[in-house]
């Protein structure tokens, strides 16, 4: 008899899944019947946070879902921060967890881990939560959430299986066959009237967010058939390579990136939320598109929240480039003082407003990707993180990602790359070194995963700033006028911590010392701890 967890595994194979995160535990020992004898590889993190955050940088990396088996209770608490992050961030995630026996659901009888209704608190951080009542709804709801995760806006799936639902007899359920969606296209009058608008447009300019990210080619084609200067969100970052002359940058929440915008007559946001956090990072509101907008985003609620459009079209952002290329008419005379000519005095501009902490850390980030271009950059919420988002631009997608978007967790870098680093071997690029840039405080939220990263064999380099406690937070506090409490944390060793976890581990001061460690880090088997004091590395630089 092939029971339903058994199934499950095999279902799963179906639909090319190569990696799952969890953590076994007496209600989640049926889903590993099959693991075993399975073609996928399981990683054992040491917090159900941590199995959410490696299957979210999984996902980033491999454009895979990243899957967790969780166990009823505390297991599902635990991960709904990452399950948030991932929401927040239009992360594709598939969390399978068991749940009580059908019977004993709500009853309130004080059973091991239960909760009083597991499904309805993880529906908040889901597309959609669901309670599997027999064996046979199993190939329906997995091909929903893969329908989802194909076609739709990604986001994570929760399914719960109950105790007795897992050992059920699935034999009839051998024969199921994944479902494969497509992607939807570009309605052609939409795009018609969206051509002629950008036709028209003498000074248009493109917003593209994380959710156009695999349009990358049509999107760069389009901007430079149309001179469109484009802004990336953070998640978008690396759509057009760093040396692009139309390239703005992350910079959306600068006031000189915002006038360029209120100049341009024609604005196409594709695959972008236009939220806080790319286009207001400091609160202070005044973002403001006054030319004509255009949207176009997978999900059609997205294409009026936030700045409602004179045009919308719901659409896989890939084929609507593609269609918007193709439909575009001959274009009028554009002003001489758009396009490379106005993004290269932009940059001038925003050069020469970098305080010393910023140069001080955008100097710290060209000296690693000196050392290491081909690098994927997995950041926490920390100082240096909030720096690259403004001065960094990496050269391709998906190489630059992190957790000060959206949700805005803490601990977050560190398991989300072991799961970049395994789900950049899923690509098959296994050489490409994967860094995990956090902070003193963030670290420590997550700190045990480096045994897990140890554990895993996954060569990921650590590169921890220290400022010995919460510096973006102090500096907040000190700017409202606030005295500063609970910033000051204490400081372990972390160097010894990562040692006697099974890491390399140093410090350094200064950029030749840095640049040393990175090259030794990358010929390593296992994980590396790279320390850099903040107030040591400024004054290394004279700043």
């Known amino acids: 008899m092939a029971t339903c967890g058994e199934v499950l595994v095999k279902l799963l194979e179906a639909y090319g899944v190569e990696q799952v995160f969890g953590i076994p535990g007496v209600h989640t020992v049926e889903l590993y019947r099959g693991l075993a004898g399975s073609t996928i590889n399981h990683i054992t993190p040491r917090h159900e946070q941590g199995a959410g955050f490696m299957a979210d940088g999984y996902a980033r990396t491999s454009g895979k879902p990243g899957v967790c088996f969780i166990i009823t209770g505390p297991g599902m608490t635990n991960i709904t921060t990452a399950m948030g992050q991932a929401y927040g961030d239009s992360i594709p995630m598939l969390v399978i967890s068991s749940v009580q026996s059908r019977s004993q659901l709500g009853g309130g009888r004080g059973k091991l881990h239960e909760l009083p209704n597991q499904s309805a608190l993880m529906a908040g951080v889901a597309a959609f939560s669901h309670t599997l009542m027999s064996a046979a709804e199993l190939p329906v709801v997995l091909a929903r959430a893969f329908a989802l995760f194909q076609a739709g806006r990604p986001r994570p799936v929760h399914i719960e ?63 430079e058939r149309l001179g469109a200067p484009v802004a990336l969100t953070i998640n978008a970052k690396g759509m057009l390579p760093s040396s692009h002359p139309l390239l703005i940058g992350s910079t959306q929440s600068l006031v000189a990136t915002r006038a360029l915008v209120a100049e341009a007559d024609v604005v196409l946001a594709i695959g972008t939320e236009l939220a806080e956090t790319d286009y207001d990072v400091t609160f202070a509101g005044g973002f403001e598109i006054p030319g004509v907008l255009l949207r176009i985003d997978i999900d059609p609620d997205q294409t009026v929240r936030n700045y409602p459009p004179t045009l919308a079209l719901v659409a896989d952002a890939n084929l609507a480039s593609e269609a918007l290329l193709a439909s575009l008419a001959p274009l009028p005379s554009r002003d001489p003082q758009w396009g490379a000519v106005r993004v290269s005095r932009l940059q001038a501009q925003l050069s020469t407003e970098w305080d010393a902490p910023t140069r001080a850390q955008t100097a710290f980030l060209q000296a690693v990707f000196e050392v290491l271009p081909d690098a994927v950059c997995v950041g926490d919420s920390t100082q240096p993180v909030y720096t690259g988002n403004l001065t960094f631009n990496p050269e391709q997608p998906r190489r630059w990602f992190n957790s000060s978007t959206g949700y805005g967790t803490l601990g977050y870098a560190l398991p989300a790359a072991v799961g970049a680093w395994l789900g950049r071997r899923a690509e098959g690029k296994p050489g490409g070194p994967v860094l995990c840039l956090i902070g003193d405080g963030g670290l420590q939220f997550t700190l045990a995963e480096l045994a897990s990263a140890v554990e895993a064999q996954t060569p990921i380099i650590v590169l921890l700033w220290n400022n010995q406690g919460y510096g973006e937070i102090k500096k907040y506090m000190l700017n409202s006028a606030i005295e500063p409490v609970g910033v000051d944390i204490y400081t372990p060793d972390f160097i010894g911590v990562a040692k006697a976890l099974g890491c390399a581990a140093q410090a350094v001061g200064d950029e030749a010392q840095l640049r040393a460690a990175l090259a030794s880090a990358s010929d390593r088997q296992g994980p590396s701890v790279i320390e850099i004091d903040e107030l040591r590395w400024q004054q290394s630089l004279g700043l």
Not at 181 to 197: H, K, L, N
Request: glycine content about 6%; proline content about 11%.
């Open 161 to 223: 299986i109950p105790l007795d639902v897992l050992v059920e007899n699935a034999d009839a359920l051998l024969a199921s066959l994944p479902v494969s969606i497509a992607r939807p296209g570009p309605a052609p009058a939409a795009i018609e009237q969206m051509s002629q608008r950008l036709a028209q447009a003498k000074r248009p300019l493109i917003l593209a967010g994380g959710g156009a990210i695999d349009a990358a080619p049509a999107l760069t084609q389009l901007a």
